[in-house]
């Protein structure tokens, strides 16, 4: 292979991988959040336990192992990252607290980037953030199988509810200035906007920028 060869190649490997997402996940007492990540082929997930007690990240349907990946026992502010490189559906528990509910879900898909309950809580519900990566605002649209009442929270990476935002009734969209509750400008990172009503939960994936 010439050496212009190896360069494109090189070139094409880096841009590549700069694509690739690394989804964050909280790991607490009893609890992944979110608990389902929709992701694209090539991206990834970091599990990070913010709790105070051991925890692991094992794929599998609770109890059993299917030997896909398995974090080991990770102690309080430890990570884990487990890429996915084919598309599909992977299931995952904690093996210290799965009989408390602790269970997630990973679906690896074109577009990634939403996620929603394990057990397809969300019946139906659509929830998009535009634009997804943003500086001052996004507009967060959805939409409900059925009319009723829904409520908006912005969560930050850790899980922790930063500011929950109004949606007047009737209303299919509402704007978030990247401000917390307090009415503080928040600093540049991953978020999660979540929507819980009567179907159920979904979140979806926003990027603030500066």
């Known amino acids: 292979?010439?050496?212009?060869?190896?360069?494109?190649?090189?070139?094409?490997?880096?841009?590549?991988?700069?694509?690739?997402?690394?989804?964050?996940?909280?790991?607490?007492?009893?609890?992944?959040?979110?608990?389902?990540?929709?992701?694209?082929?090539?991206?990834?997930?970091?599990?990070?336990?913010?709790?105070?007690?051991?925890?692991?990240?094992?794929?599998?349907?609770?109890?059993?192992?299917?030997?896909?990946?398995?974090?080991g026992d990770m102690a309080s502010g430890r990570t884990f990252v487990h890429g996915f490189a084919a598309e599909g559906t992977f299931p995952y528990f904690c093996r210290h607290h799965y009989l408390s509910g602790m269970k997630g879900v990973v679906v690896v898909g074109a577009g990634g980037g939403a996620s929603e309950s394990p057990d397809g809580a969300g019946g139906g519900t659509k929830l998009v953030a535009v634009p997804s990566l943003f500086g001052s605002r996004t507009t967060i649209s959805y939409l409900l199988p059925?009319?009723?009442?829904?409520?908006?929270?912005?969560?930050?990476?850790?899980?922790?509810?930063?500011?929950?935002?109004?949606?007047?009734?009737?209303?299919?969209?509402?704007?978030?200035?990247?401000?917390?509750?307090?009415?503080?400008?928040?600093?540049?990172?991953?978020?999660f906007v979540r929507l819980s009503s009567a179907s159920g939960m979904v979140s979806a994936k926003v990027l603030r920028q500066r």
């Not at 009319?147 to 922790?160: F, L, N, Y």
């Open 1 to 71: 292979m010439s050496r212009i060869s190896v360069l494109v190649v090189a070139m094409l490997t880096t841009a590549g991988l700069s694509l690739a997402t690394q989804v964050p996940v909280s790991m607490i007492e009893y609890a992944f959040q979110p608990d389902t990540v929709r992701i694209g082929p090539g991206d990834s997930v970091i599990w990070t336990n913010n709790g105070a007690f051991l925890h692991s990240s094992t794929s599998g349907v609770s109890p059993v192992w299917d030997s896909l990946w398995e974090s």
């Open 146 to 191: 059925k009319p009723g009442p829904a409520a908006i929270s912005v969560a930050d990476a850790t899980g922790r509810v930063v500011r929950a935002l109004n949606s007047p009734r009737g209303a299919s969209s509402v704007t978030w200035d990247g401000r917390d509750d307090a009415g503080r400008n928040l600093s540049p990172g991953v978020y």
